[in-house]
């Protein structure tokens, strides 16, 4: 079975600074796609980025980008430029290839970003 | 339009009440999930449709009844809750499941008196 731990259950960062938020997970499939989610008070979950296990480049949108070492099984998402609106849940989130698409989520690190 | 709509977002209702949680998606989306989530812990996966087709049942109670009428729409019946069954209700909806990422709605929130 699939695991995703996130050792990190609170973090704070200083507006205008980075933070890597941690996450490990494992797995025997070849085959997967790891997610990064952001849930913030309105609740709904947010789709921040993406990386398909095949793909050896490291996935960026704009201020986020992840480091995924698919030989140690991490795959840590770095904020850069942190803004007030940053502040959230954030869950690591796996999906196997030969699923129907469920995710298995980690339980979650809370990111607070300070003035 | 990118958007998974869930109504209603707030729902008290009794244990001997029935009641329905609607979720909708016009994305041309295949594959459906329902979620609960408690405070504090992360979504778990309640039923998985696919293709209009219930593919994942993962072992809910069956006071919990999943229907999935057409590929936009996709509800959740409740009947005779337990108080612990209040949590946030989330539904979401994905291109062919399997592949692609998961969009999620806002979620119902369901307290049960």
């Known amino acids: 079975a699939q695991t995703v731990t996130q050792s990190q259950p609170e973090m704070s960062v200083q507006e205008a600074e980075t933070v890597t938020l941690s996450c490990t997970y494992d797995?025997?499939?070849?085959?997967?796609?790891l997610f990064w989610y952001k849930q913030p008070p309105s609740r709904q979950m947010i789709l921040v980025i993406r990386?398909?296990?095949?793909?050896?480049q490291n996935a960026t949108e704009n201020r986020f980008s992840v480091n995924f070492q698919k030989a140690a099984k991490s795959f840590s998402l770095k904020i850069s430029d942190s803004q007030l609106g940053d502040t959230a849940m954030y869950f690591c989130?796996?999906?196997?290839?030969?699923?129907?698409?469920?995710?298995?989520f980690g339980k979650g690190t809370k990111l607070s970003v300070k003035p | 339009d990118t958007e998974v709509t869930q109504t209603p977002k707030h729902l008290v209702m009794g244990m001997t009440n029935k009641k329905s949680l609607k979720c909708e998606q016009h994305?041309?989306?295949?594959?459906m999930y329902w979620y609960k989530q408690k405070a504090k812990k992360p979504p778990e996966l309640m039923f998985v449709?696919?293709?209009?087709?219930?593919?994942i049942n993962e072992s809910v109670p069956s006071r919990f009844s999943p229907e999935c009428p057409n590929s936009s729409l996709l509800n959740l019946h409740l009947h005779a809750l337990q108080p612990e069954d209040s949590a946030l209700y989330l539904c979401?909806?994905?291109?062919?499941?399997?592949?692609?990422?998961?969009?999620f709605g806002q979620g119902t929130r369901l307290t049960v008196v």
């Open positions: 979401a909806s994905s291109q062919d499941g399997g592949r692609t990422e998961a969009f």
């Open positions: 797995t025997s499939e070849s085959n997967y796609y």
């Open positions: 990386q398909e296990a095949y793909k050896q």
């Open positions: 989130a796996f999906m196997s290839g030969g699923s129907q698409g469920n995710l298995i």
């Open positions: 994305m041309g989306h295949r594959a």
């Open positions: 449709y696919s293709y209009e087709k219930l593919s």
